[in-house]
């Protein structure tokens, strides 16, 4: 996250521009060796899903608690250099962590039990890339929290010191959804995705259509409650899926069309949007649940073999 303080001190959108790309490359570059130690570490744990849903509500927990202490010091001091500073703290923390767990464990993957499904290596199954076609769906259909605060303020559903409240509020849906979803995709495997593409698909009608306070906070839960999902049960589904060796290609394979197909999903809800608020909540519901026959089969599939 060290390109976010920077842009703060950026005199040009050019240089903004380019700090934004290099902290989404960053997260780029993180994402799959993390995932794949999340899989590694699952089974001592409890599960993929619990792993994942653990590293998700402990991310939710960290972006919630971040911007509450800069605005502390900026409230207390009004330095916007020192409240930035204040960020290096958490981070030099995470590199300790990090240098402990190497140490500790210099070979991850030795946490994990080996068996005859997870020796093997070979290309990914047909089964990954069909699953990777609906977690792009999903993906494209999920509107990003910016538009919907710009829907919220243009439309006087709300006034501007509520964005970042029920923003908050959202994080706190999707961190503690995260826990109690893992444990029931633990226990119920994929099928658990369907319900909850059907749940959380409600929320571009509640966000974009409701018109009025109450209907804005439980669309901000849902939306929080599907980043709950996009982050933790999505991903973690794919460990199972392909072999251990085969673990880190598949998580930055799926994780760079993921990430395309929710760019592209939401340029095009952004331009569906300036035409017909209507037209965008239904590209956002449809493009959805067209995923849902997509987990139907990958849950039919995984409980056959």
């Known amino acids: 996250m060290a390109a976010v303080?920077?842009?703060?001190?950026?005199?040009s959108w050019q240089a903004a521009a380019c700090l934004i790309i290099l902290?989404?490359?960053?997260?780029?570059?993180?994402?799959?060796?993390?995932?794949v130690l999340l899989a590694s570490a699952a089974q001592r744990i409890g599960g993929y899903g619990w792993a994942f849903g653990i590293h998700e509500a402990c991310d939710q927990f960290g972006a919630m608690v971040g911007p509450l202490v800069v605005a502390a010091v900026l409230a207390t001091r009004g330095d916007y250099r020192l409240a930035f500073a204040v960020l290096?703290?958490?981070?030099?923390?995470?590199?300790?962590?990090?240098?402990?767990?190497?140490?500790v464990f210099p070979r991850p993957q030795d946490m994990e039990q080996r068996t005859g499904s997870e020796a093997g290596g070979g290309s990914f199954p047909t089964q990954y890339w069909v699953y990777l076609f609906g977690a792009g769906l999903v993906a494209a259909g999920f509107a990003d929290y910016p538009l919907i605060a710009?829907?919220?303020?243009?439309?006087?559903?709300?006034?501007?010191?509520?964005?970042?409240?029920?923003?908050?509020?959202?994080?706190?849906?999707?961190?503690?959804?995260?826990l109690v979803l893992g444990r029931l995709f633990d226990r119920y495997g994929s099928k658990?995705?369907?319900?909850?593409?059907?749940?959380?698909?409600?929320?571009?009608?509640?966000?974009?259509?409701?018109?009025?306070?109450?209907?804005?906070i439980l669309g901000a839960?849902?939306?929080?409650?599907?980043?709950?999902?996009?982050?933790?049960?999505?991903?973690?589904?794919?460990a199972p899926m392909v072999a251990r060796s085969k673990r880190a290609s598949a998580f930055g394979t799926f994780t760079a069309v993921y990430g395309v197909c929710w760019f592209a999903g939401s340029a095009l809800i952004g331009g569906i949007y300036d035409q017909s608020v209507i037209g965008a909540v239904a590209f956002c519901v449809i493009t959805q649940a067209m995923a849902l026959p997509v987990f139907v089969w990958v849950s039919w599939r995984r409980e056959k073999g």
């Open 5 to 11: 303080p920077a842009l703060a001190f950026t005199r």
């Open 23 to 35: 902290e989404r490359v960053g997260k780029a570059i993180r994402n799959p060796p993390r995932d």
């Open 150 to 178: 710009y829907h919220w303020v243009k439309h006087h559903t709300l006034t501007t010191e509520w964005i970042p409240i029920l923003y908050a509020v959202a994080m706190a849906v999707s961190g503690g959804a995260a």
């Open 221 to 238: 839960a849902l939306w929080g409650m599907g980043m709950g999902v996009h982050e933790s049960i999505i991903p973690a589904a794919v």
């Open 192 to 216: 658990v995705l369907i319900g909850l593409t059907c749940v959380s698909l409600l929320f571009a009608p509640l966000v974009f259509l409701g018109g009025h306070f109450g209907l804005a």
């Open 88 to 103: 290096a703290v958490p981070a030099v923390i995470n590199l300790c962590f990090l240098t402990v767990a190497r140490l």
